[in-house]
């Protein structure tokens, strides 16, 4: 997100709304006869070429046609390569052929192409019904209202098609009215605000946090005691995310991240198809009266140093730093970017004196002293070391250790790219560490036991932003997460080594953790003791695990604050998201930022009800039903991703399940019983539920829960059992989706598969795939995927379309491929909005709903 500002527009208030573009417009160029080949306008005034690296499309003009021509100048900059370049009859537009190739891991994979359209007056692009397949050989209408071009599906013979050119946006985009047999329309519960986790002060007085609220993202700021304020928003629904926010010692200053995440060609996301490329970018904003948005550079990850110095950033694999200038505790701006470190650092944190900063790199941890400007590695041979934390002298270090060749964490993503998926254990089990800086010296305290629990399975500290999965607590203990009784609970162990003393009993799991200012209280998100939902509870060397807000409400994110207080983010099944701060006594204050939008369907939404219901093969799974006031027959099960997830009786606190939570309600909303299973291998409910036997292409026994489901649901007396059920989801949510319809059609009789799993690296898991039983697929499928999916190839979508209409055209096939769109579907508003719409109609039309 960062070489240069948005174009040129009107100075900083603009800037702020747009999106940062790199100003690659322009010529300087000599002037020249356009190349053999560039495309001429009919009046023949105008030509247009592919660029050199045919990236951009660059364009020279002539006042006549036997004048000079121009310099050429860049039109636009696009992701993988510009071919065929062709104008309308008028010379208005530009139509062009744009070929991609997703590159994972520096391998090309498979080509997909579209054909887009670029206006020259607005500089808006568009592009022509965009799908999986290979779009070429664009042509104009006389009236240029159309574009015929030849869609190729490699085993199908080529199609020539002809589609009308999308409109030009003259008018900010308005959600669809509501329709006569909804209760509330899907844009309303989408515009739900949602919080990203809340980063506090350096001295834990404050907090910042980011939100998306509909078409607008926002910052906040809480100074504990005071209101909620805005520092700075972005209303224009331009795609570009904000997340990553720092707040610096005393509070006076807020960095951030604004664009999307890079992907291995090097492109942030740009769903909106700018014609500038857009870019990550971190900025600086003061909190203390009226500022504006300052740009620091290239970059993610910021935050600040502990003397309130520098704000720090990674960009191109450095720490890069700019010097903060203070004006009696009131930010006035910020120095020249300069390179901090070099070379890239994971989970920098600074001593407490801070003085050194500790990190991982290569395998090992780095100790970096500032004074001597020299660093050490803690000595580990073959060994593996991680998370780094601390003492509160700031003389010590304590750590992780693995054997090599050992898995690394049980909840890593992919269980080694799903090859092998089951109940993993260490042969050596994993071990804690501690070192003093005096001698370097590492000593074992600690270590698990053989089997269960032999692997490290850490928190999701993604949700409490800062905090490392061990702490360093007061009176010389180190509290850690471990399973070793099938449960991710709390333990603390003696820094001099010893037995480790469970702290958070109970069956339940603990998922983040936030150690306070004092080191003497570990405040947790949980559901020991209500497994389907979360809640705030804390506990101390010294006092007993308590929960902090029961309920059947959701509260997750904590954030431990000076003075024994806790903030976090909390939402309901009716409620969206919320920022609250409980003091020491138990008082708790709500943010009034973000607001509920206006028209949000508050009244109309339902309770979902947790349930338990048998499985194919007689076990136990799990899910949140959704029960509608006037059923109408319908059935539709949804399966969340991840595939270590879990999905709550209420809005969630990833921002994709947020939503998809809303496409739950609506669906209910419309007359269908809806039941989000909660299936093997998903998380929350000890080691033995999620590392669930023969899981993924391993055998898919996560099947067998979705087959129960449709049978449990279509013997309700509120489900007509002759219309079988419906399915849909998102990720793994499409594997389960493509499953289902592929290999028990006779059950689930239509599915929405948004950036679905389709294949597998692995020879022998081809055959639980749908792409290995494709051949018993007879139930219509919508499928769905952003082509700049860093999570889910593009080429899973690619390969099942092409698939299904080659092999089995007789399978009702609707496809839409979102251009620029990430896994998620979610960067614009107005994106999410029209493809959960598409998506639901097309659910509710092949269930009987009218």
Known sequence: ?????????????????????????????????????????????????????????????????????????????????????????????????????????????????????????????????????????????????????????PGLADARLTRPVTRLKLAAWTPPPKKPDERFTIASVLAAPFLYPPAPSGDGTALAYVSREGKSRNVYFLKVGAAAKKLTGYPEDDGQDMEDVA??????????????????????????????????????IGTKGADAPRLLGSGRDPM??????????????????????????????????????????????????????????????????????????????ADLDSGPVWSPDSRGIAFRRAAPGEPGSSNSEGCGNYRYCGPVVAKTPWSIWTVSLSDLRPHQIWQARPGQGSVFYGMDQSYSPGQPSMFWMAGGKIAFPYE???????????????????????DGEVETAALSPDRKTIFYATNIGDLGRRHIASVGLDKPAATLTPGDHDQWSPLALA????????????????????????????????????????????????????AADGKTAFGQLFTPPRPNGCAIIFSHGGIRRQMLPGFHYMDAYHYLYGMNQYLAGRGCVVLSVEYRSSIMRGEAFRDAPSWGFAANSELIDFVGAAKWL??????????????????????????????????????????????????????????????????????????????????????????????RPQV???????????????????????????????????????
């Open 1 to 153: 997100m960062m070489r240069g500002l948005a174009a040129t527009f009107l100075g900083l208030m603009l800037a702020m709304a747009a999106p940062a573009f790199a100003q690659r417009r322009g010529g300087g160029e000599q002037a020249a006869p356009p190349p053999a080949g560039a495309a001429i306008s009919a009046d023949g005034l105008r030509a247009a070429w592919p660029s050199d690296h045919d990236h951009s499309i660059v364009s020279a003009t002539r006042a006549g046609a036997d004048a000079v021509w121009s310099a050429p100048n860049r039109l636009l900059t696009t992701r993988g390569a510009v071919h065929k370049v062709v104008f309308s009859p008028d010379g208005k537009s530009i139509a062009y052929e744009n070929s991609r190739t997703w590159k994972d891991d520096g391998a090309p994979g498979d080509t997909w192409q579209f054909i887009c359209v670029y206006d020259l007056a607005t500089r808006q692009i568009s592009t022509v019904d965009p799908s999986f397949d290979l779009d070429s050989d664009p042509s104009w209408s006389a009236d240029g209202g159309t574009i015929t071009f030849t869609r190729k599906v």
């Open 714 to 807: 279509m013997a309700r007396k509120d489900v007509d059992p002759s219309r079988g059920v419906g399915i849909y989801g998102l990720s793994w949510g499409g594997y389960m989706t493509s499953n289902a319809l592929s290999q028990h059609s006779d059950l689930f009789k239509v599915g929405f598969d948004m950036a679905g799993v389709h294949t597998s690296s692995n020879p022998d898991g081809v055959k639980y795939s749908a792409l290995g039983n494709i051949e018993t697929w007879t139930s219509p499928v919508f499928l769905a995927q952003g082509d700049d999916d860093m999570n889910v190839n593009f080429n899973e979508g690619t390969i099942m379309a092409r698939a299904l209409q080659a092999k």
């Open 484 to 506: 070793g009784d099938g449960w991710r609970h709390l333990y603390a162990v003696p820094v001099s080594g010893g037995d480790a003393r469970l702290l958070t009993p109970g």
């Open 304 to 381: 600040f140093t502990p003397d309130n110095k520098y704000v720090l950033w990674r960009a191109d694999g450095n720490v890069m730093a700019a010097m903060l200038i203070w004006d009696k505790g009131r930010l006035l701006g910020a120095g020249a970017p300069q390179e901090y470190l070099s070379g890239e650092r994971t989970g920098l944190q600074f001593s407490p004196d801070g003085g050194k900063a500790v990190y991982e790199r290569a395998h090992g941890i780095e100790i970096y002293d500032f004074a001597t400007r020299t660093a050490v590695v803690i000595p580990h041979g």
């Open 563 to 614: 003075g024994g207080a806790v903030a976090y983010v909390g939402a309901g099944w009716a409620d969206p998201h919320t920022v609250s701060v409980r003091d020491a006594k138990g008082k708790t204050v709500t943010a009034a930022f973000p607001a509920r939008p206006v028209g949000f369907p508050t009244k109309a939404l339902l309770k979902p009800t947790l349930v338990e219901f048998p």
């Open 812 to 850: 009702e096939l609707r496809q839409q491929v979102l251009p620029g769109q990430t896994h998620d579907l979610y960067l614009t508003y107005e994106q999410l909005v029209q493809i959960y719409q598409d998506g639901s109609d097309f659910l509710l039309a092949h269930m009987g709903v009218k």
């Open 247 to 284: 707040v610096s010692k005393t509070g006076a200053a807020v960095a951030y991240v604004r664009g999307g995440r890079i992907n291995p060609q090097g492109d942030a996301p740009n769903p909106t198809s700018f014609p500038d490329m857009p870019l990550q970018q971190v900025w600086l």
